[in-house]
């Protein structure tokens, strides 16, 4: 399989639970990316991975975890979110920080 | 501080009538401009990477020109299957900064 896949494709929590995003990329690249999008807003980058180091954080919440075991995964890991978190959340790689991404297909994350 | 601004926000054409959406930007050592199309509720889906002022690509309806302050996307006789959100990004260091996009409607 090649590009960039994510799972799950929708996922629907509630405030108490705990859940993990997955992204996978087969591109033989050494950066990944999480960004949200909210309905009718632009992307929002949240975390930088290169060579499996964050190198950037945006002052996400601490209720969003990063996790890059390896330059082919990269994990979000979700705990206490809000209703607000509601968004698409992407995954994205590149050859190297600051080059062009592919992305992946989202996962669709509605807080209940 | 790198910044990507793209205009119109909206635009809604009728099938065969051909226009531009602009990306005007500024950054610190370009390494490229990208353009995206994003159909609602999936990822952005790559079209190209400009590198230099003056550097052209094209695909299908689709033609991508570049200067040194802006970039347009020219849609060529477009059909509705073209209907889309469009984005643009610039490369110049960690990572690409994303204009909020243009939202195109071509009615058939």
């Known amino acids: 399989e090649t590009g960039v896949t994510q799972t799950p494709r929708h996922l629907v929590m509630g405030m108490t639970n705990k859940k993990s995003l997955k992204c996978e990329q087969h591109?033989?690249?050494?950066?990944m990316y999480w960004y949200k999008q909210s309905a009718k807003k632009p992307l929002e980058l949240m975390f930088v991975?290169?060579?499996?180091?964050?190198?950037e954080n945006n002052s996400v919440p601490s209720r969003f975890s990063p996790e890059c075991p390896n330059s082919s995964h990269l994990f979000l890991h979700l705990h206490t979110l809000q209703p607000e978190d509601s968004a698409l959340y992407l995954c994205?790689?590149?050859?190297?920080?600051?080059?062009?991404?592919?992305f992946g297909s989202g996962t669709r994350l509605t807080v209940v | 501080e790198d910044q990507v601004t793209q205009s119109p926000e909206a635009l809604r054409l009728q099938e065969g009538e051909s226009s531009s959406l602009n990306c005007s930007y500024t950054v610190s050592g370009l390494r490229g401009l990208f353009w995206y199309r994003q159909d609602p509720g999936k990822g952005p889906e790559f079209l190209f990477t400009?590198?230099?002022a003056g550097e052209e690509k094209e695909k299908e309806r689709l033609k991508a020109t570049l200067t040194k302050k802006e970039s347009f996307l020219h849609i060529t006789a477009p059909k509705p299957e073209d209907s889309a959100t469009y984005l643009c990004a610039v490369g110049g260091s960690e990572k690409l900064v994303f204009g909020k996009g243009t939202k195109l409607t071509v009615n058939p």
């Open positions: 400009l590198y230099s």
């Open positions: 591109l033989g690249h050494n950066a």
């Open positions: 991975y290169s060579l499996e180091e964050r190198v």
């Open positions: 994205a790689s590149s050859q190297a920080a600051g080059y062009g991404y592919t």
